[in-house]
């Protein structure tokens, strides 16, 4: 089980990563963030629901992601990384909540992180 949550944490990085740069680029340069399914991932990241504590999500996922990569790696036992990934999957279904019902809008790069982030919850347990 554990290559597939350091497999899942290397995929969440890079969404993540990839999602803050595609964000980036968009607001310096107006070129328009590319959605896998058509929706609107400009709206959905640039809201206000993109930040928490002042924080950007995504920035608040690749940290996530690599403390999880450099545990699985290490074995460093970090504060109960079951309750870790309890929490980011929790947020994800809140996030999504947010997408169906407050935007009604979707991005696919934060649909690819809700699922990762419940996939790693499921083989933590």
């Given at each position: 089980?554990?290559?597939?949550?350091?497999?899942?944490?290397?995929?969440?990085?890079?969404?993540?990563?990839?999602?803050?740069?595609?964000?980036?680029?968009?607001?310096?340069?107006?070129?328009?963030?590319?959605?896998?399914?058509?929706?609107?991932?400009?709206?959905?990241?640039?809201?206000?629901?993109?930040?928490?504590?002042?924080?950007?999500?995504?920035?608040?996922?690749?940290?996530?992601y690599a403390l999880l990569g450099i545990y699985i790696l290490t074995g460093i036992?970090l504060p109960p990384i079951k309750i870790i990934a309890g929490v980011a999957a929790?947020?994800?279904?809140?996030?999504?909540?947010?997408?169906?019902?407050?935007?009604?809008?979707?991005?696919?790069?934060?649909?690819?992180?809700?699922?990762?982030?419940?996939?790693?919850?499921?083989?933590?347990?």
């Amino acid at each position: 089980m554990t290559i597939i949550i350091f497999i899942l944490s290397v995929l969440g990085f890079s969404n993540a990563f990839y999602l803050y740069w595609q964000h980036k680029r968009e607001v310096n340069t107006g070129q328009k963030m590319f959605c896998l399914i058509g929706g609107d991932c400009g709206a959905v990241v640039g809201s206000k629901y993109g930040k928490t504590f002042g924080i950007k999500n995504e920035i608040i996922g690749m940290i996530y992601y690599a403390l999880l990569g450099i545990y699985i790696l290490t074995g460093i036992v970090l504060p109960p990384i079951k309750i870790i990934a309890g929490v980011a999957a929790l947020f994800s279904l809140y996030l999504l909540y947010i997408q169906v019902v407050v935007l009604k809008k979707f991005c696919s790069w934060c649909l690819i992180a809700i699922a990762i982030n419940l996939l790693i919850f499921y083989f933590l347990k």
